[in-house]
């Protein structure tokens, strides 16, 4: 049992789960406070893109906030594609492409309030340390594997199909 708990296929099994479990809970809770004051639509309305984070360097505001033409849309579709990405994420289906989809979505989000928000380095208060920045990775390696996988799976098959041949053409 403790040797299948610490194979690499249950880790990236379980990773993806979570992380797709994350973004589909993630867009549920955007649309359920789509509408409330300071809540997500406002906050993409509003938003100036940080970049880098507040105060970094010191009296840099960021930049914006988005046209209407692309925050409108993007304030409305962004959750549905938290929940249906997170979803196909998670039950492991096309897991590169999903899986790259999360990746710009993270990264937009990213841009939006800076790579510290905080606007520091050192753990001084509660938003100190980027998390998006970790879900990237942690999706990057679902897709590696992935794709290591698939890899694999081929080979085996072309090799099962020599053997076949092979095996035929002895008898």
């Known amino acids: 049992m403790m040797k299948y708990l610490l194979n690499l296929h249950t880790a990236v099994t379980v990773n993806r789960i979570t992380i797709g479990f994350f973004f589909f809970l ?10 409330v004051p300071n809540g997500f639509y406002q906050t993409v309305i509003t938003q100036k893109l940080q970049m880098i984070g507040p105060g970094i360097p010191p009296g840099w505001e960021g930049i914006g906030p988005l046209p209407w033409l692309i925050a409108v849309p993007y304030a409305w579709s962004l959750p ?5 990405l997170g979803i196909l994420f998670a039950l492991n289906y ?8 999360l990746i710009l979505m993270t990264f937009s989000i990213i841009l939006a309030f800076g790579i510290i928000p905080a606007g520091s380095l050192f753990p001084n208060g509660a938003e100190s340390f980027n998390k998006n920045i970790l879900f ?11 794709a290591y996988e698939q890899k694999m799976s081929r080979r085996r098959s072309q090799a099962m199909a020599d053997y076949a041949v092979m095996a035929a053409d002895e008898e």
Do not use: H, Q
């Open 136 to 146: 990237m990775t942690l999706i990057w390696i679902c897709i590696a594997y992935d």
């Open 26 to 35: 993630s867009g549920i809770a955007n649309y359920l406070n789509f509408s």
């Open 80 to 84: 549905l594609a938290e929940i249906v």
């Open 94 to 101: 096309w897991v590169r492409w999903t899986g790259l989809l």
